[in-house]
């Protein structure tokens, strides 16, 4: 749709982050999503990394239809439901061992929040009071509720509310690509776990309740992958302290790095889980947290976990995901992500052969990003005025490519994208998503091979 199009229409009564227009949707199919022109845009991002089996999928589709025909909503103080049930016992199976007990939220911001409030009160229930302070990383993001900002380490979002907020101790993220260090090394992986512990010791060991990590990065790292041996230390330096690890699976998880969860490829296990985006695929809101039975039943036990939401276990929601589950399953979407996802992400690596203003490409599977720089030798990161991250997103878009970008440097420098297509994506989405991608580079080639002149 062209500008003087979106300008045509009425005056919206809506409003997000700005007043920029997008044209209106008409349809959405599998990868793609067309406007009410007509035009056609392969979903490169999956939303925001939520359409994880593509859109519109019939399982799904006839699974709403037939519980809308027996029920769209069930009080959980009023009612248990088959759909939340099930859908919390297939969601449990999927878990660590151990994991056992599902509590049914709308969104990642409320499984963040609802991580956040059962940690602290297990730590009541089992006179930890005194344990309250969560470590998160920097940069990170967790949600947009206060609770969920206060670990965020993303200036932009975080900042206006500072004064609002408990803000929780930060540690460095383990970004080895910006640092000159070697990914591969358990040294370097030792070197970044070892961070959270001095910050647990400089908090106070019997103060601190929590740490909170992505496995695989999100829109603020842009699929961070964690240096080698990373994962295992930090779950050894928690159970050591006695402190919580909460893995924030919202994005990662569901199958789109090639295991339903992004733990999965390092076999460690968290005390808690936070699941949303990709669980319920964009089919209605849906999310979850998962504890180990031995974090609930003292809560249960000590009168109960004082939290909730109106639309917690909403059995419509749950009959979503639950087929969403059956999608991932019978078509073993998660084995396409790994394959598909390393077609990709090869593909991706070789455009840094034609454009030097790419830095660096990573992720797993389908949870993908490459970031643009200055220099590739010291990782400089274009100029912040060029709004390099906003650029490309128009130009692909103008394509009829959707990606989705962030800052890299806490929000205030550095551009990523994440490329992230349905994991029912094939060979041919990537040539594709490649084509199309490339033509956006090309285009973005002369004001960035211009800004890499100047710096020198």
Same mark, same amino acid.
């Given at each position: ?169 930060? @540690?460095?993220?383990? %970004?080895?690509?910006?640092?000159? #260090? $070697?990914? /591969?090394?358990? =040294?370097? !992986?030792?070197? *970044? &776990? ?95 947290? @998962?504890?180990?039975? %031995?974090?609930?039943?003292?809560? #249960? $036990?000590? /009168?109960?976990? =004082?939290? !909730?939401?109106? *639309? &917690? ?111 029912? =994506? ?31």
């Amino acid at each position: 749709m062209t500008q003087p199009l979106l300008n045509a229409r009425p005056e919206s009564h809506l409003f997000y982050q700005t007043r920029a227009r997008r044209p209106l949707l008409a349809e959405a199919r599998d990868v793609y999503m067309w406007d009410i022109e007509g035009k056609r845009y392969l979903d490169g991002s999956s939303g925001a990394m939520v359409s994880n089996i593509g859109h519109s999928h019939p399982h799904v589709l006839s699974a709403m239809r037939a519980q809308m025909d027996k029920s769209t909503f069930g009080y959980r103080l009023h009612f248990e439901t088959d759909p939340s049930e099930r859908l919390a016992a297939k969601t449990a199976a999927l878990m660590p061992e151990g994991m056992e007990k599902v509590f049914f939220v709308s969104g990642g911001s409320e499984a963040v929040e609802s991580a956040l409030k059962i940690a602290r009160q297990y730590a009541l229930a089992t006179g930890q009071g005194a344990r309250w302070k969560v470590i998160s990383r920097q940069p990170s993001y967790h949600g947009c509720t206060l609770g969920a900002l206060a670990i965020t380490g993303y200036g932009p979002l975080a900042d206006p509310f500072a004064p609002m907020m408990q803000m929780m101790p930060k @540690i460095p993220a383990p %970004r080895a690509y910006l640092d000159g #260090l $070697d990914a /591969g090394d358990p =040294a370097t !992986g030792a070197h *970044y &776990a070892a961070m959270l512990e001095a910050e647990i010791i400089a908090q106070g060991p019997d103060t601190v309740l929590a740490f909170i990590v992505e496995p695989i990065g999100g829109a603020s790292t842009g699929a961070l992958v964690p240096p080698q041996g990373y994962m295992q230390a930090v779950r050894d330096i928690c159970t050591r302290h006695g402190v919580l690890l909460i893995h924030d699976e919202v994005m990662c998880g569901g199958g789109r790095t090639g295991r339903f969860l992004g733990a999965d490829h390092w076999d460690v296990a968290p005390d808690i889980i936070a699941l949303s985006k990709g669980f319920g695929a964009g089919y209605a809101p849906l999310g979850a947290m @998962i504890a180990h039975d %031995r974090i609930v039943n003292p809560v #249960l $036990d000590h /009168g109960g976990f =004082a939290h !909730g939401f109106t *639309y &917690a276990g909403n059995p419509l929601a749950c009959a979503a995901g639950l087929a969403v589950l059956e999608v991932i399953e019978t078509e073993a979407l998660t084995d396409n992500a790994a394959r598909i996802g390393a077609i990709l992400k090869a593909r991706l690596a070789g455009l840094m052969d034609r454009f030097p203003f790419i830095g660096d490409v990573r992720g797993k599977g389908l949870l993908l990003a490459f970031e643009l720089v200055a220099d590739r030798a010291t990782m400089e990161p274009l100029p912040a005025a060029m709004n390099a991250y906003l650029e490309l997103v128009e130009l692909a878009y103008a394509e009829g490519l959707i990606i989705y970008a962030r800052r890299t440097r806490n929000g205030q420098a550095g551009d990523h994208f994440l490329v992230c297509p349905p994991m029912t =994506a094939t060979e041919a989405h990537v040539d594709e998503i490649i084509a199309k991608l490339t033509a956006a580079l090309t285009a973005f080639a002369p004001t960035a091979l211009r800004a890499m002149t100047e710096r020198v």
